[in-house]
């Protein structure tokens, strides 16, 4: 999957507040908020989200800043915090680290870093499990003062190597 990743529009955020996830990871997305306010919050530039293209077909989103913050955690400025997903019916797949990677590095040549931070849910072991293949690591771990749910903060200073796909057999 090579991806391309373009500012958010409408029509991109439209179709991510339909996805629906299966349980646990159904507290993600946006199908439950009010619809007008979530395509405001997708679409409005400060958030920093793009979505992600495999050729024309929506695959993903990455956001780059106060999105990628859960409340509870310690924050500063020598991150630049990221979010993102996989649209649900490609979870589960073996896409998720390729899709981080590539979406790091995109990352890094608009907002010039390459120090990024990621906070993750507990129970969410499949996305610990691939920033930990891409060489993050923990530097925090907290409780969410309203449910009670456990976060933990990963960060990187340097970005892998991407793995590029073998050219094709003559």
């Known amino acids: 999957m090579q991806l ?3 500012p958010m529009t ?3 955020a439209e179709s991510m507040t339909d996805w629906v996830y299966s349980a646990p990871y159904n507290i993600y997305g946006y199908h439950t908020r009010n619809r007008a306010e979530a395509l405001t919050y997708l679409t409005a530039p400060i958030n920093r989200f793009f979505a992600a293209f495999d050729g024309n077909e929506l695959v993903g989103f990455r956001s780059f ?3 990628g913050r859960v ?3 310690d924050y500063d400025g020598r991150y630049l915090d990221t ?5 649900p019916d490609l979870t589960g797949r073996g896409l998720g680290q390729s899709a981080i990677a590539q979406g790091l590095h995109f990352g890094a040549s ?3 870093t390459t120090r990024f931070r990621v906070t993750i849910a507990g129970f969410n072991l499949r996305a610990q499990t ?3 293949r891409l060489g993050f690591h923990v530097t925090q771990q907290f409780i969410r003062p309203h449910d009670r ?3 933990l903060v990963f960060s990187i200073d340097e970005l892998p190597e991407l793995q590029r796909p073998s050219p094709p057999s003559p």
């Open 83 to 87: 979010g993102g997903g996989l649209r």
């Open 130 to 132: 691939v920033c930990r």
């Open 10 to 12: 409408r029509a991109a």
């Open 149 to 151: 749910a456990e976060f």
């Open 4 to 6: 391309a990743f373009q």
């Open 110 to 112: 608009v907002f010039r």
């Open 71 to 73: 409340a509870g955690g």
């Open 65 to 67: 800043g106060a999105d």
